[in-house]
């Protein structure tokens, strides 16, 4: 045990993680006038150094695909050093039989900064699946709790949407969408037939200015970087507000261990591995509140043992790491002859999509459970590496009428992509390896996956319907011999993957894992209250997706800032009563 | 043009010209502009030097992007776009590229050997054609089951040489991609038939 000095700073908030969560957290805490000291496991975000908005691919070393051509996609040489597959010394391990990625962001932001900035309501439904359908469990709130909170975090982060009155996709509080590219014309008036339908996206990107932020300027690479910060980051939007009120004290490169238990059973500290001196340090504070992506919060609680806490700290029910989800994903490519010959336009628009597919079939009788929402992108796009395969393996040959050939294919094709909820399964759940530690010897996860048999059928309706989207709009489907990538939105953190038919994600690859730390009212069912407070421990909160009972269709980003902030104001409120 | 330093200097003087009275660390679109246009001047200077092709391999490799992907009437080809220089690069990084490109290669000298007595670049651009046209289609794997690996090392080449030329200033200029800029209003589609 460490001594305990007399002099010792004590902070009121201890916030673990910089991301989403973490930086809402920070900001509401902050601004209410408590003191805040913030762990992140990276270093801070420099944009000077970090950015590559608006270079060409001819100005990279690699023209953006990284050493040896193999960073395609989200860990490309365009993007920031936002997060990676596999980091250094910092393993995970998967059981035999299961197989889970997990994209880990160490750096001030966390993932808000590669986000798809795509920031969709959970709807009523959402919020009580097992009423709803007989499996998964309720929610301890309502969407009515949420939706003051969603209006909040619309207001303050700006996201532009349209009114449309879809069953269980709430509207929002919109700024005006942009106009759609004519790859969304084309779609658009297909999912009209097919009465899918096809509206307006809602994205967490300004076309208005906001708060010293100004508005898009419509350059399509949200995910290098925005030095106008016309997208959310939490690095850009919620940290530097934080920080001016002169209440937080951020610790980069500080990689957390434990949460330390004082002699009043309630946690008092957070000890970390300082990463740039290699060196064990500790802060104290009055309460903690988790941030560190739904399964490193597990991992830390799970790894914070005691004599009251055999199991890991704030899991006397067992529920840490359990009840671990993903989204479905499953992608389609189609090409559209009449797409070629298009002429000259800036195609870019925001950094994603202007249009997508909310689920269009919700309370019909489907031959799955829930439901899933399509994004799709592709056309003139910045030229990338990996877009012209198509073309080349479709003429063949050499020579002038090959260019030609490229140049006519330019722009002509458009991936779709499934984004669906998969229902929480005991087969799929993550614990501590009892024989791995990383490089700061602190114990790794070790996934357990397995997809439902929901799932599979939810991935199959998914082909089936791209395809018949791709037909409807004169298209042709991309077969699994012309897989070819198409060089999405340079700024699109998804990159368009074709993929064998019927083929389902792996899990954790749509970076949506979530459920770990699962809130509810009965506490031998869950972890966490109906503000996200531990039941065990009660100055311990958990801000990230951890708490989510369900992985509803709609991209978590917009429900963790809005728990995050209802959590923060119901821990202002303890304050106020001196109970924090 | 500018150089690195410069561009540093530029974005770093841009980083301090935050909106007053603004705690975000953001800059102004006007001055992002200027940052915008700034970087689009900037170039790469100097002779490139192979780093995984000696020269006869090298010497071969510009030869058949330029066959590929050739300058015509409307714009330079794969030379001007700096492919051999992408594709060197990053052959000399990854050992599935390097045993791919290395076969071709290989395969071609060989071949050309047998036949002319010569090595690929020394053979007369008739000869190169009668031995591309062979690798250069899938289905003459049909009848000929040994050149499966040959046409395999070309498509790959051939993706590799777009890829490269592809992304080039000469060959988004050649494509048509018009952005990559600033713009107060996104527009939408133009007026197109059939779309």
Not at chain 1, 138 to 143: E, N
Not at chain 1, 171 to 190: Q, S, V, Y
Not at chain 1, 351 to 367: Q, S, T
Not at chain 2, 23 to 41: D, S
Request: with cysteine; charged share 20%.
């Amino acid at each position: 045990m460490l001594e305990i000095s007399p002099r010792k700073k004590v902070y009121d908030v201890c916030v673990i993680g910089s991301g989403a969560g973490g930086g809402t957290a920070a900001k509401i805490l902050t601004e209410g006038g408590l003191s805040v000291v913030m762990l992140e496991a990276g270093p801070r975000l420099n944009p000077d150094k970090d950015f590559k908005e608006h270079m060409w691919p001819y100005q990279l070393a690699h023209r953006g695909v990284g050493v040896g051509g193999r960073q395609a996609g989200i860990g490309d040489e365009f993007m920031a050093p936002n997060g990676f597959w596999e980091i250094e010394g910092e393993p995970y391990t998967t059981a035999p039989g299961s197989s889970f990625r997990w994209f880990r962001s160490r750096i001030e932001g966390g993932r808000t900064n590669h986000w798809g900035r795509i920031a969709l309501r959970f709807g009523p439904a959402d919020f009580k699946p097992h009423s709803t359908d007989g499996m998964g469990d309720d929610w301890p709130i309502t969407y009515e709790e949420v939706a003051p909170y969603y209006d909040k975090v619309e207001s303050y982060i700006g996201v532009f949407g349209s009114k449309e009155n879809v069953p269980n996709a709430p509207d929002g509080i919109f700024m005006p969408p942009p106009k759609p590219r004519c790859t969304e014309t084309l779609i658009k008036k297909a999912c009209d037939r097919l009465h899918i339908t096809c509206i307006p996206s809602r994205m967490a990107i300004l076309t208005k200015p906001l708060n010293d932020r100004d508005a898009c300027h419509y350059c399509a690479q949200c995910g290098r970087g925005c030095r106008t910060a016309s997208n959310f980051s939490s690095s850009q939007v919620m940290i530097p507000p934080a920080a001016a009120t002169g209440r937080l004290t951020m610790i980069p490169n500080a990689m957390a261990r434990e949460i330390v238990l004082g002699s009043d059973g309630k946690a008092e500290a957070v000890s970390y591995v300082d990463k740039s001196t290699k060196t064990e340090q500790r802060v104290y504070a009055r309460s903690v509140v988790l941030a560190a992506s739904a399964c490193e919060s597990a991992r830390l609680l799970l790894n914070s043992r005691s004599a009251s806490f055999p199991n890991g700290l704030a899991n006397s029910s067992g529920v840490v790491g359990r009840y671990l989800t993903d989204s479905v994903g499953s992608d389609l490519a189609g090409v559209f002859p009449q797409l070629e010959g298009m002429p000259v336009h800036n195609h870019d628009g925001v950094g994603g999509m202007h249009m997508y597919m909310p689920w269009w079939l919700f309370g019909k009788k489907n031959d799955f459970l829930r439901g899933y929402h399509i994004e799709f992108g592709g056309g003139r796009d910045m030229p990338g590496v990996g877009g012209f395969q198509y073309a080349c393996d479709t003429h063949e040959g050499y020579g002038v009428s090959l260019k030609q050939a490229v140049r006519k294919s330019y722009g002509t094709i458009i991936g779709f992509s499934g984004r669906g909820e998969m229902i929480p399964n005991e087969n799929s759940y993550c614990e501590i390896d009892p024989e791995t530690k990383d490089k700061w010897g602190i114990p790794v996860l070790r996934f357990h996956w397995k997809w439902g048999e929901n799932e599979q059928k939810m991935a199959n309706h998914m082909q089936a319907t791209f395809r018949s989207i791709i037909e409807a709009a004169g298209g042709k489907v991309l077969g699994e011999e012309q897989s070819t990538p198409p060089a999405a939105s340079a700024g699109e953190s998804h990159q368009i993957q074709q993929q064998p038919a019927a083929r389902i994600s792996e899990g954790g690859e749509i970076i949506h894992e979530l459920g770990t730390v699962r809130m509810g009212d009965d506490r031998k069912k869950s972890a966490l209250n109906r503000y996200c407070q531990a039941h065990d421990v009660k100055n311990v909160f958990v801000a990230d997706a951890a708490p989510f009972v369900s992985n509803a269709d709609k991209n978590p980003t917009l429900t963790i800032m809005a728990l995050s902030w209802r959590t923060s104001e119901h821990m202002l409120d303890l304050a106020k009563k001196g109970e924090l | 043009m500018m150089d690195r330093v410069s561009r540093r200097a530029l974005l770093k003087s841009l980083s301090m010209s935050v909106a007053a009275g603004s705690v975000l660390r953001v800059i102004p679109l006007h001055a992002a502009e200027h940052a915008h246009h700034a970087i689009e001047e900037e170039q790469a200077a100097g002779a490139y030097t192979p780093k995984f092709f000696d020269a006869h391999g090298y010497k071969t490799l510009r030869s058949l992007c330029d066959t590929i992907l050739p300058a015509d009437a409307d714009a330079g080809g794969a030379l001007e776009g700096g492919a051999p220089e992408f594709i060197d690069m990053l052959t000399s990084e990854n050992t599935e590229y390097q045993e791919k490109l290395g076969g071709l290669l290989k395969w071609l000298d060989a071949t050309c050997t047998t036949r002319y007595n010569k090595t690929w670049v020394d053979s007369a651009p008739q000869q190169q054609t009668e031995i591309l046209d062979q690798i250069a289609y899938r289905k003459n794997a049909d009848s000929d089951q040994s050149l499966g690996k040959p046409i395999e090392y070309f498509s790959f080449l051939r993706n590799f040489t777009a890829d490269g030329y592809f992304t080039s200033k000469v060959g988004i200029h050649y494509l048509g991609y018009k952005g990559n800029t600033y713009l107060t209003e996104f527009p939408g589609c133009p007026p197109v038939p059939g779309v």
